[in-house]
C-alpha cells in the first residue's frame, strides 16, 4: 500500500492543504512502542509546540518527519510529498527544504561560524565550495554573513564554534538553517541546553523568523512557558500517541503541569 | 575503623580461585614455557653470545666516519623514500577508510571488502611487500616506496576509520538532515573533526616509515639498508656504526619534529 493511498483516510483538515500531516504513524524500538498510531495534522504558518514526559516520543515523531529515524508503519506528508514513500535522492531533495534545529546544536567546533553557516547551503549546492568559507563563493560567503547577522553574530562570523557560548552555538545553528531558506521548521527542544535568558532569545529568534516568512515551526520543548509564550497549539504526547491538543492562547502552566504529573506517575 | 564496626555481608577483598581459573593458569604458564622451548633459547647459548656481542661492539667503536659522506646521501635516499611512500599511503588510506568505516560505508560488502584490503595491507609485514616489490619494479627506491606505501595504507586505512567511527555523531545528523551528500558529510563535517588525530595519526606513520626504511634496503629495497647490509657482510663493524649513529639520529630527530608538530596541531 502506497503513501497515498494510506492518506485517503487522513481527515479532512489533514487533507486540505496542511503543512504536515501524519497519519497512523508507529515506531518500535525492541518491544517498547514509543509512537503507537499517532495522527497529526499542521497547518501552514502555524507554530506548534509538542510536549510530554522523556520518553514519550515526541523527539522520535520529529525525527520521524524527514526519517532521520525510520518510521515502522504509517504515512507522512509534508509540504506536499509523501515523505514515507521517498527515495535516497528525493528524500535528500525533500529535507533541503526542511531546516532542523537540534538540542545539541550539532556544528563542526573547530570550525569557524561562518563557515558552518555556509555548510546550509548543501542543501541547494555541493561539491568543495561548500565545504569551507574560504573556499566558497562571494554570494555564498555574503548569504552566510548575513544569516550570521541576522542572529546577532556578524561580529563572530570567523571565531570557532568551539569558543562560543551555548547560546551563541545555538544562534549560529539558526543561522545556517536560514541558510538553507527552509519552508517548515523543526527544532528538537532548542532551548534545553540554555540558561533561561538564552534560551528565550533562541525561542523568540524562531518565531520571529517564521513568522516573518510565514513558516510552520514545530517545537520540541520541556519548559512549560516556551511553549505557551511561542506556539499556537500545544500537543501533548503520552502513552504511544496524541494525549492532547489544544490551543496554545487556552493553554496554562499548571494545567500543563498537572498533566506531567499525572504521565510520571502512571 | 576497628574490626568490630565491620558491616555484616561486605564482600571479600579477594575470590578465592575456582578449579577453571587455576587450570588456565597454568595452561598459560605451559604455553609460554613451550614457547621458550620451541625457540631454542639457552642460558648456554647466552653465555656464548655474550662475548661475541661484546667483540662486535668492541670492533665498533670507535665509528668509522671515512665513509659519511656515501652514508649521508643514502640517508638521505632513505628519508625521501620515507616520506614519499607515507604520504601516498597516508592519501590513499583516506578514501579506504571512508570504505570501511561502519557509519560512513555504502554498502555491507563494500566495508568488508575494505576492512580485509585493510588487513591484509597491515598484517602482512612491510619486508615482505619490499620483496615483491623488488621482483615487480626492481631493486632500489621504488620499490621501498611501494612497500612503506601499502603498509601505510593498512596502518593509517584502520585508524582513519576508527577515527572517523568514532566521531561526534550530531555534525554530521545535521548536515544529512539538511540533504546533503555522502561526500559534502566527510567533507564538511567528519574531516574537520578528525583532522587532529588524522594528523597524530600521519605523523606517527612517518616515524613509523622512516624506522621501516632502514630495514626495507637489507632485501634490495634502496636506501641506507644497503649500506648497513654491506658494512656488516665485509665484517666493516666500525662503518656499521656509523651507520647505526645516522640513523638514529634521524629517527631521534624525526620523532622529535613531528611531536611539535602534533602539540602545534591538536
Known amino acids: 500500500?502506497?503513501?497515498?493511498?494510506?492518506?485517503?483516510?487522513?481527515?479532512?483538515?489533514?487533507?486540505?492543504?496542511?503543512?504536515?500531516?501524519?497519519?497512523?504513524?508507529?515506531?518500535?524500538?525492541?518491544?517498547?512502542?514509543?509512537?503507537?498510531?499517532?495522527?497529526?495534522?499542521?497547518?501552514?504558518?502555524?507554530?506548534?509546540?509538542?510536549?510530554?514526559?522523556?520518553?514519550?516520543?515526541?523527539?522520535?515523531?520529529?525525527?520521524?518527519?524527514?526519517?532521520?529515524?525510520?518510521?515502522?508503519?504509517?504515512?507522512?506528508?509534508?509540504?506536499?510529498?509523501?515523505?514515507?514513500?521517498?527515495?535516497?535522492?528525493?528524500?535528500?531533495?525533500?529535507?533541503?527544504?526542511?531546516?532542523?534545529?537540534?538540542?545539541?546544536?550539532?556544528?563542526?567546533?573547530?570550525?569557524?561560524?561562518?563557515?558552518?553557516?555556509?555548510?546550509?547551503?548543501?542543501?541547494?549546492?555541493?561539491?568543495?565550495?561548500?565545504?569551507?568559507?574560504?573556499?566558497?563563493?562571494?554570494?555564498?560567503?555574503?548569504?552566510?554573513?548575513?544569516?550570521?547577522?541576522?542572529?546577532?553574530?556578524?561580529?563572530?562570523?570567523?571565531?570557532?564554534?568551539?569558543?562560543?557560548?551555548?547560546?551563541?552555538s545555538q544562534k549560529v545553528a539558526v543561522a545556517r538553517m536560514l541558510m538553507q531558506r527552509p519552508r517548515l521548521i523543526l527544532a528538537d527542544e532548542p532551548d534545553a541546553s540554555l540558561d533561561p535568558k538564552a534560551g528565550e532569545e533562541i525561542m523568540e529568534l524562531l518565531l520571529r523568523v517564521a513568522?516573518?516568512?510565514?513558516?510552520?515551526?514545530?517545537?520540541?520543548?520541556?519548559?512549560?512557558?516556551?511553549?505557551?509564550?511561542?506556539?499556537?497549539?500545544?500537543?501533548?504526547?503520552?502513552?504511544?500517541?496524541?494525549?492532547?491538543?489544544?490551543?496554545?492562547?487556552?493553554?496554562?502552566?499548571?494545567?500543563l503541569r498537572t498533566f506531567f504529573s499525572e504521565r510520571v506517575a502512571a | 575503623m576497628t574490626s568490630s564496626t565491620v558491616r555484616p555481608g561486605l564482600p571479600p577483598r579477594h575470590a578465592a580461585p575456582n578449579v577453571v581459573s587455576v587450570a588456565l593458569w597454568c595452561a598459560a604458564v605451559a604455553f609460554v614455557m613451550w614457547s621458550f622451548?620451541?625457540?631454542?633459547?639457552?642460558?648456554?647459548?647466552?653465555?656464548?653470545?655474550i662475548p661475541a656481542l661484546g667483540n662486535?661492539?668492541?670492533?665498533?667503536?670507535?665509528?668509522?666516519?671515512?665513509?659519511?659522506?656515501?652514508?649521508?646521501?643514502?640517508?638521505?635516499?632513505?628519508?625521501?623514500?620515507?616520506?614519499?611512500?607515507?604520504v601516498l599511503g597516508v592519501v590513499l588510506a583516506f578514501p579506504v577508510a571512508v570504505l570501511a568505516a561502519d557509519n560512513l560505508s555504502p554498502h555491507p560488502a563494500v566495508k568488508a571488502a575494505a576492512r580485509g584490503l585493510i588487513a591484509l595491507f597491515r598484517t602482512v609485514p612491510d619486508l615482505v611487500?619490499?620483496?615483491?616489490?623488488?621482483?615487480?619494479?626492481?631493486?632500489?627506491?621504488?620499490?621501498?616506496?611501494?612497500?612503506?606505501?601499502?603498509?601505510?595504507?593498512?596502518?593509517?586505512?584502520?585508524?582513519?576509520?576508527?577515527?572517523m567511527e568514532e566521531a561526534d555523531k550530531g555534525p554530521r545528523e545535521a548536515l544529512e538532515a539538511l540533504g546533503a551528500t555522502r561526500t559534502g558529510v566527510v567533507f564538511s563535517a567528519i574531516l574537520p573533526e578528525c583532522l587532529p588525530s588524522f594528523v597524530a595519526t600521519s605523523l606517527f606513520a612517518l616515524e613509523k616509515a622512516v624506522r621501516g626504511s632502514v630495514i626495507l634496503g637489507l632485501v634490495g629495497a634502496g636506501g641506507i639498508g644497503v649500506e648497513l647490509k654491506v658494512a656488516f657482510d665485509l665484517f666493516d663493524y666500525d662503518t656499521a656504526a656509523t651507520i647505526i649513529i645516522a640513523v638514529f639520529l634521524l629517527v631521534l630527530a624525526v620523532e622529535q619534529v613531528s611531536d611539535r608538530i602534533r602539540r602545534c596541531l591538536i
Open chain 2, 129 to 163: 611487500w619490499a620483496l615483491l616489490f623488488v621482483i615487480a619494479v626492481g631493486l632500489g627506491p621504488p620499490a621501498g616506496i611501494l612497500a612503506i606505501m601499502v603498509d601505510k595504507i593498512g596502518f593509517a586505512g584502520r585508524f582513519f576509520a576508527e577515527a
Open chain 1, 1 to 168: 500500500m502506497s503513501g497515498v493511498e494510506r492518506f485517503e483516510g487522513v481527515t479532512a483538515r489533514s487533507a486540505s492543504g496542511a503543512a504536515v500531516a501524519v497519519f497512523d504513524l508507529r515506531k518500535s524500538f525492541g518491544e517498547r512502542a514509543v509512537l503507537a498510531g499517532v495522527n497529526v495534522s499542521i497547518a501552514q504558518g502555524e507554530s506548534v509546540a509538542l510536549i510530554g514526559a522523556n520518553g514519550a516520543g515526541k523527539s522520535t515523531f520529529l525525527r520521524c518527519l524527514v526519517r532521520l529515524t525510520e518510521p515502522d508503519h504509517g504515512a507522512i506528508r509534508i509540504l506536499d510529498r509523501v515523505v514515507t514513500d521517498l527515495g535516497t535522492k528525493d528524500l535528500r531533495r525533500f529535507r533541503s527544504q526542511v531546516g532542523v534545529v537540534f538540542q545539541k546544536h550539532n556544528l563542526v567546533p573547530r570550525l569557524s561560524a561562518l563557515t558552518n553557516v555556509v555548510h546550509g547551503v548543501q542543501s541547494r549546492a555541493g561539491g568543495p565550495r561548500t565545504w569551507l568559507q574560504g573556499l566558497a563563493s562571494t554570494e555564498v560567503r555574503d548569504e552566510a554573513h548575513a544569516c550570521l547577522e541576522a542572529v546577532g553574530l556578524g561580529e563572530r562570523a570567523l571565531q570557532r564554534v568551539g569558543s562560543l557560548s551555548g547560546g551563541q
Open chain 2, 37 to 49: 622451548a620451541g625457540a631454542g633459547l639457552s642460558l648456554e647459548r647466552l653465555e656464548r653470545g
Open chain 2, 56 to 86: 662486535m661492539l668492541s670492533r665498533m667503536f670507535p665509528p668509522d666516519t671515512e665513509r659519511l659522506p656515501q652514508i649521508l646521501s643514502s640517508l638521505l635516499v632513505t628519508f625521501q623514500m620515507a616520506v614519499a611512500g607515507c
Open chain 1, 211 to 255: 513568522r516573518e516568512k510565514s513558516l510552520t515551526l514545530v517545537t520540541v520543548s520541556h519548559r512549560l512557558e516556551h511553549a505557551i509564550r511561542y506556539s499556537d497549539r500545544i500537543i501533548g504526547f503520552g502513552g504511544g500517541g496524541v494525549s492532547f491538543d489544544m490551543s496554545a492562547a487556552a493553554a496554562s502552566v499548571v494545567e
